[in-house]
């Protein structure tokens, strides 16, 4: 009996040891949870954050640019403030507030860093620099803001700000996290991937306290960040400058377009707003400023407001007719007022003398003849086949779509098709009679300043057009800007056709546009009025010039302005002699714009 | 000078092999413990851990040397004198020594300080081994069992004073000792045996389930055997004195301080609050486990290296040993403890006097109960009791102590040819 125990204390020991083993086998080889938690407990991944890409105008000038600002940082633990009354005068702060940061910054945690004083400017950050050293426990952070160096653009550029809880959910590819600046609007939202770069990530490692130990495996798993690609932009920030001083104080936008390659060279939204206040902690007060001004300062008109295009479409009537065979520049009219209302021109009017007084009836009569072709005996169905036929050929002019602009929001305005009518009126139950105001722009038609531009540079290009956009070159590579934008795009009306259109525009600024006429620079214009129930008509004008080799095209809309022949007209003259002469030689007319007397 | 060169040839190389494999085992990692790649320091440099424990090791190997060359008889002699000596030392020691978190554990001056606590217990074992060495000395005996009962809890008594429980604990390890001397097999039943259902008593919530099996066995036991009336009543009484003491642990536990009940409440759950009294238990598990098979590598570390483990260098020693070893690591030491405890059994086996004899399992007691308790607390089988990984951890006391309870067995081995005959 006694002989066993020591054989039975043998066992004992040896199966303590083996349960030991198999409890460490469970958790060091079986059980990955605790490596895992060991990761979390000693690791810590830092985010390097790359620089974003500059942002140039079409020549060059800087136009975004990042600017770093300091935040003062406090470990509280480590803080020792000395004489109260010196740290205040010296980090110009009052008491209270240091008290009240101060506690804050101790209840979010007494080791790890929090902010004390947010937002030295970089002259601020120098005076503070050497009283730094006398206080341990503080030290200074830098922070990239987006910044401006001239006030402008604010619509074209676009904001960053922190990215939303939806957007984060739709990054599915994980780039973002929490507290991430992204691209809200504009340039800075539609070229976020570009411009963002490429985060870099650092793994260091923490003690138990949070205080970093240095890099893990030597930096092994590290990757430095990348930065953004410079975005050069089509803007002429000279011809936008000047376009915004114009329209200060109106509503209302300006679009112009190179037309021979489709670039924006200035896009301006009135009322505006300086694009520096939507950034750095500012940000969220001043959007919700901006956001409840009743002026709406943040709609950004060019691609998102729609109006009538007004008789600046019948131009597009001309085209289609002569394109149809159904006018020819002999086509005659007369202006029978019973018809639709007109004001007095010599009668009757061929399709040079309807374009120049913009004569209504000429149109009506027209129009008709394009839509009721009596391809059916039915007239209603006549109407309903003539109706989206036409809308086809008007659509290829880039209207009743967006454009495709790289901006998002932008409208697509509206050409009605037979559906419409279907709609309100019941198919079969609407003929001639009822859409006959389409022939000059009026009734159910919507288009944008935008749409209205790229009007004017098919017009000058005799045909075509190129997707209008805001970027030049990225990296200074002009072919890396997305294809679709070097993508000639025709409207499917013969170039010969123009010419006529081209000399009838010419010869209406005289008359309609007066004030829009220069000496030795032949632009060729169309004044518009878009109706506005609500107040006085809107005044639109589009042009280019110059007429033979034009350079720039342009669209003006000026929001209860009246007559198109007088604000609108008067600004894209000055703006086209701006852009093509760089001077202004009629400072009367720059000064009668600038004063915004349009009504008397 | 003959017999000493004999006794060379006859000491245990094994055990003697398997204890400096461990002091250095140890040794390494505590520079690990200490070791920070941004201040790099070197493993001698005594202003850290690992160089303080070198200075350690080398003065026990100084006290190994004189252990190894002083007569055989001075240990057996000297016993009591030794006992007598530390049990004076241990009453002392609360009225002059330091007070460290409430507790009083080294004495000394200075610098140089002990802890009595460690060493008393290879003073229990040689005043245990003189005791109980006379043949006639029968641990199924009752007067024989007060005495020897006697000299054990005479220091656990003076070390609760400190109070240390952890290191008082330790020596009911020497219960293993009385185990092999012949105190009866029930005492051991009927120890385990309440110790497991004090275990499931505190482990399972719901009493009502452990009161169900009880009546559910007592019912069998009743059933199986003769119907007699004595017996139905012995166990029922049985049964009912059972669930009586199953449900007086839980009002006994919320009589015991906060500390101590978190303590045991953590071995069963130890995520009931892993910030605050499971946090020990919890990054240690955390830093073994994340070891994997073989390890982040030697100094490679980062929960220990950077404190997320409390205690690293000492009680929580294994692991370092465990994150940067991984299970291979923990395997081999393990293993070097259990062939150490082995070799050591069968040391004790071939004694010729039953003093060497009872003095070995002494060692092997000892031994045995801190390398399963601070390695089982480490991973969470055991509550978080603060007792040393033997050779492994930190600190003078400890080794020192360690390696004269070890290096006096392995001088009474080495002697066991010189010495008489007397085994029962």
Same mark, same amino acid.
């Given at each position: ?600 | ?200 008593? !505190? @482990? =399972?919530?719901? /009493?009502?389930?452990?009161?169900? #099996?009880?009546?559910?066995?007592? +019912?069998? &036991? ?52 892993? !910030? @605050? =009294?499971?946090? /020990?238990?919890?990054?240690?598990? #955390?830093?073994?486990?994340?070891? +994997?098979? &073989? ?71 000892? &031994? ?57």
């Amino acid at each position: 009996m006694r002989d066993q125990r020591p054989a039975i204390i043998l066992i004992v020991i040896f199966l303590v040891s083996g349960v030991l083993l198999v409890k460490l086998f469970a958790i060091q080889v079986l059980d990955d949870s605790f490596l895992k938690r060991a990761e979390s407990n000693a690791i810590q991944r830092v985010v390097d954050h790359p620089y974003r890409g500059l942002i140039y105008d079409r020549t060059g000038k800087l136009m975004v640019f990042n600017n770093p600002i300091f935040d003062l940082m406090v470990v509280p633990r480590e803080f020792n403030v000395g004489d109260t009354a010196r740290f205040c005068e010296l980090f110009h702060i009052s008491k209270e507030e240091l008290i009240e940061k101060y506690n804050a910054a101790k209840s979010y945690s007494k080791v790890k860093p929090s902010p004390l004083i947010k937002q030295f400017s970089t002259t601020d950050f120098a005076r503070i620099q050497d009283f730094l050293v006398d206080y341990p426990g503080l030290f200074i952070l830098t922070r990239n803001v987006r910044s401006y160096p001239a006030p402008t653009t604010a619509h074209a550029l676009g904001y960053i700000g922190e990215i939303s809880a939806g957007q984060l959910e739709k990054d599915t590819a994980g780039y973002y996290s929490q507290g991430d600046y992204t691209g809200l609007s504009g340039l800075e939202k539609y070229y976020e991937n570009e411009l963002r770069g490429k985060k870099g990530v650092k793994y260091k490692m923490v003690n138990v306290r949070g205080v970093d130990k240095g890099p893990f495996k030597e930096g092994e798993y590290d990757t430095i960040s990348i930065a953004g690609q410079n975005l050069t932009s089509t803007i002429d920030l000279e011809l936008q400058q000047y376009g915004e001083m114009l329209m200060n104080g109106k509503t209302g936008s300006v679009v112009a377009i190179e037309p021979k390659t489709g670039e924006i060279l200035a896009m301006i939204s009135a009322p505006f707003y300086d694009p520096n206040q939507l950034t750095g902690s500012e940000f969220g007060k001043t959007y919700r400023k901006l956001n409840n001004d009743g002026s709406k300062p943040l709609f950004n008109r060019p691609i998102m407001a729609t109006y009538p295009p007004g008789s600046i479409f019948k131009i597009v009537q001309s085209l289609i007719g002569l394109q149809e065979g159904i006018l020819t520049p002999n086509t005659t009219f007369a202006c029978n007022k019973s018809l639709v209302a007109c004001h007095n021109h010599p009668n009757p009017v061929n399709l040079f003398g309807a374009i120049r007084n913009s004569c209504n009836p000429y149109y009506h009569q027209a129009f008709r003849q394009i839509i009721n072709q009596e391809v059916s005996s039915n007239t209603f169905k006549d109407t309903e086949i003539g109706l989206n036929a036409w809308r086809e050929k008007v659509l290829k002019f880039g209207l009743g779509a967006p454009l495709g602009i790289d901006m998002s929001g932008e409208k697509g305005g509206d050409v009605p098709s037979s559906k419409l009518y279907d709609r309100v009126y019941g198919a079969g139950h609407w003929k001639y009679s009822t859409i006959y105001s389409l022939s000059i722009g009026q009734g159910e038609m919507q288009v944008t300043p935008l749409q209205m531009a790229n009007l004017a540079a098919i017009f000058a290009n005799k045909g075509y057009y190129f997707t209008p956009h805001l970027v030049k070159a990225l990296d200074g590579n002009p072919k890396k800007i997305p294809a679709k934008f070097q993508e000639k795009r025709s409207v499917g009306i013969d170039a010969h056709h123009f010419d006529l259109i081209q000399d009838a525009m010419a010869e209406a600024i005289y008359g309609t546009a007066n004030r829009a006429v220069m000496k030795d620079l032949v632009i060729a214009g169309k004044t518009g009025t878009a109706q506005n129930p609500h107040g006085e008509d809107h005044s639109v004008f589009i042009a280019f010039a110059p007429k033979e080799n034009p350079k720039i095209a342009i669209a003006v809309y000026v929001e209860n302005a009246g007559w198109g022949g007088r604000a609108a007209a008067s600004t894209a003259s000055l703006m086209i002699e701006k852009y093509i002469r760089r001077t202004i030689s009629r400072p009367e007319l720059q000064d009668y714009v600038i004063a915004g007397n349009f009504m008397n | 000078m003959k017999e000493s060169e004999v006794q060379i040839n006859r000491v245990d190389w094994i055990a003697v092999s398997i204890y400096f494999a461990l002091v250095m085992i140890g040794w390494f990692n505590i520079y690990a413990v200490v070791y920070d790649s941004q201040v790099e320091k070197s493993i001698f440099d005594l202003s850290i851990s690992s160089g303080k424990q070198l200075m350690w090791i080398g003065t026990a190997i100084g006290l190994i040397t004189l252990i190894m060359v002083a007569d055989y008889r001075f240990f057996e002699n000297l016993s009591l004198v030794i006992y007598l000596i530390f049990l004076g030392i241990l009453v002392v020691t609360p009225i002059f020594g330091k007070e460290v978190n409430g507790q009083i554990l080294s004495i000394g001056v200075g610098e140089f300080r002990i802890q009595p606590g460690e060493f008393a217990k290879f003073a229990t074992a040689l005043a245990l081994a003189k005791v109980m060495e006379r043949p006639t000395f029968d641990l199924s005996k009752r007067n024989y069992q007060f005495i020897a009962f006697g000299v054990l809890l005479v220091p656990v008594a003076l070390i609760l004073l400190q109070p240390d429980t952890g290191t008082a604990m330790v020596y009911f390890s020497l219960l293993i000792m009385f185990y092999r001397e012949g105190l009866p097999q029930w005492y051991y039943v009927l120890g385990i045996g309440s110790v497991s259902i004090t275990l499931l008593a !505190l @482990g =399972v919530d719901n /009493n009502l389930y452990l009161a169900a #099996i009880i009546v559910f066995m007592v +019912g069998i &036991l009743i059933y199986m055997g003769k119907k007699s009336w004595q017996r139905i009543l012995a166990f029922s009484l049985i049964g009912i004195g059972l669930i009586a003491y199953i449900y007086s642990i839980d009002f006994v536990v919320s009589k015991l301080p906060l500390h101590q009940q978190n303590r045991i409440m953590v071995l069963f759950n130890p995520d009931i609050d892993p !910030l @605050g =009294v499971g946090w /020990n238990v919890t990054q240690s598990k #955390i830093a073994i486990g994340s070891g +994997g098979l &073989l390890g982040k590598g030697y100094l490679e570390g980062t929960q220990t290296k950077f404190d997320f483990v409390p205690e690293q260098d000492t009680d929580f020693i294994f692991c370092t040993l465990g994150e940067e070893f991984g299970w291979l690591g923990s395997f081999v030491v393990i293993s070097l403890f259990a062939g150490l405890l082995y070799r050591l059994v069968i040391m004790a086996e071939r004694q010729k006097t039953r003093f060497s004899r009872i003095y070995g399992y002494g060692v092997v007691s000892i &031994l045995f109960f801190h390398f399963m308790v601070n390695i089982a607390m480490t991973i969470g089988l055991f509550p978080v009791v603060g007792i040393p990984l033997p050779f492994f951890s930190y600190g003078g006391s400890s080794l020192w102590s360690f390696t004269v309870l070890l290096f006096i067995f392995i001088k009474l081995d080495s002697s066991r040819a010189s010495q008489l005959g007397r085994i029962s």
